[in-house]
């Protein structure tokens, strides 16, 4: 495991320039032992660029930092979780249709479509992400969005 890491890292050293941080070997399950190689990226970051898998092992990614203003939820409230999704397809939307510039900016990819970028920053394919977000509202596991 700790070998399939270094491979892992090195393979990838060049995102750490863009804000990927490897922070190791984590646990998918921890009763059976499932080990997953974990980073964190900041939220402006093309995700794309991070494989889901690598050698036989999941890789977990977190963003870590700041999150735009559409992605902002009051999270003092016991049950917010009731009423609030913070990745909301809806949140993504608007924030590529307020930033798209300092999106491709940030990103040092002038030529980026609207899709490109949701995508981008939606954890590697939107519309997947839609699709699944839609499924967990219908099963009631999730709220629907509300601009609240």
Not at 16 to 29: M, S, Y
Request: glycine letters at 4%.
């Amino acid at each position: 495991m700790y070998d399939t890491l270094k491979r892992f890292e090195k393979k990838y050293a060049h995102l750490k320039k863009i804000g990927l941080r490897i922070t190791g070997l984590g646990f998918a399950d921890e009763r059976k032992k499932v080990h997953v190689i974990e980073v964190t990226r900041p939220f402006l970051f093309d995700s794309r660029l991070i494989p889901r898998r690598f050698e036989g092992m999941d890789v977990r990614s977190k963003i870590l930092g700041d999150l735009p203003q559409e992605f902002m939820i009051n999270r003092e409230r016991e049950d917010w979780q009731k009423f609030d999704f913070v990745w909301a397809p809806e949140r993504f939307e608007q924030f590529v249709d307020r930033c798209p510039q300092v999106i491709k900016d940030t990103l040092k990819n002038p030529d980026m479509t609207r899709e490109d970028m949701l995508s981008a920053l939606c954890f590697g394919n939107f519309e997947q992400h839609k699709l699944k977000i839609d499924k967990l509202i219908q099963e009631g596991k999730i709220p629907a969005y509300s601009q609240s």
